[in-house]
Nanobody, 125 residues
């Protein structure tokens, strides 16, 4: 399995913005749902947002209206635009692929694969 590569994280003040990217260095994933997850220290990896192959998005309630997920299949890349960041958004962010076609976009971590190393997002007060 060739993992995905996440980038774009960093340190930002509360209220600031970051744009994360998730790129595939190998196979194309345009036929699959792709998602963003995050993991804070001492906590389980949690769903943040996902986008289906037909561009249907789904978001964690706490990020709705602040985060926007998108994908560019021609570039094998997915994005997460994060605005109005809060300290509680601090975590390592990972992207993954759901290889199974489902009626509803999955929010379950174990349904996703091809995890990369993640990118750290730190939001200061």
């Amino acid at each position: 399995q060739v993992p995905l590569v996440e980038s774009g994280g960093g340190l930002v003040q509360a209220g600031g913005s970051l744009r994360l990217s998730c790129a595939s260095s190998g196979r194309a994933f345009d036929g699959f749902t792709m998602g963003w997850f995050r993991q804070a220290p001492g906590r389980e990896r949690e769903f943040v947002a996902a986008i289906s192959r037909t561009l249907v998005p789904r978001y964690l309630d706490s990020v709705k209206g602040r985060f926007t997920i998108s994908r560019d299949n021609a570039k094998n890349t997915m994005y997460l635009q994060m605005n109005s960041l809060k300290p509680e958004d601090t975590a390592v962010y990972y992207c993954g692929v759901d290889k199974i076609s489902r009626r509803v976009v999955s929010v379950t971590t174990s349904d996703y694969d091809y995890w990369g190393q993640g990118t750290q997002v730190t939001v200061s007060i």
